[in-house]
């Protein structure tokens, strides 16, 4: 019980710490500006982390490289705790392991902003947030709006990019589990 007690805690921390670090390159690298409030969040929960990391890891390309290495750093603590719960573990399989989790949670994360934006565009598509999690979104749809047509007004490249990102999550969970 207190294995499964601290796995939830330890998991849960990692998660939304290393899904702001994630959120924080995803609208750098989309060039989007939040609401302040959301910005303020974002970087005042990632800061701790992400500026001594740009100091040995600096920006390249107009990418902040050092908040995606900062998520897979919490991502591979996360994942030691819980293998050391568990049992040893060889160092190889942590990285790997610790990499499907950094991926896992990146697809997790856009498949909640691909909700997010239908949920908005059905309930109230003028709502604050509704132009960032659209931005935010932009780059994975572009390319399926090209190719899918409106079917009545109404739009499915949010539902393809929704069974794309599964069938890639699959694809690449079997590949990093067969490496481990």
Same mark, same amino acid.
């Given at each position: ?31 989007? /500006? %939040? ?9 005042? @929960?990632?800061?701790?982390?992400? @500026? ?37 573990? %060889? ?9 499907? /989790?950094?991926?896992?949670? *990146? ?10 934006? *239908? ?7 003028? *709502? ?35 069974? @794309? ?6 694809? @690449? ?8």
């Amino acid at each position: 019980m207190l294995h499964g007690i601290l796995t939830l805690v330890v998991g849960t921390v990692a998660v939304i710490v290393a899904g702001v670090l994630l959120l924080r390159f995803w609208m750098q690298a989309v060039r989007i /500006r %939040p609401p302040a409030s959301i910005a303020q969040f974002v970087f005042r @929960l990632s800061d701790w982390l992400v @500026l001594p990391l740009r100091r040995v890891l600096p920006g390249v390309g107009g990418y902040d490289w050092a908040c995606i290495f900062g998520a897979y750093l919490i991502a591979v603590v996360a994942t030691a705790v819980e293998m050391l719960i568990v049992s040893p573990f %060889p160092f190889q399989a942590l990285l790997l392991l610790a990499l499907l /989790r950094l991926l896992q949670w *990146a697809f997790y994360g856009w498949m909640g902003l691909l909700i997010i934006e *239908a949920v908005f565009s059905w309930v109230n598509p003028h *709502a604050p947030l509704a132009p960032v999690v659209r931005a935010l979104n932009e780059p994975l749809l572009r390319p399926l709006r090209r190719i899918i047509p409106l079917i009545g007004n109404v739009d499915l490249s949010p539902l393809a990019a929704l069974l @794309l990102l599964q069938v890639a999550l699959q694809l @690449l969970s079997s590949l990093v589990l067969s490496l481990a």
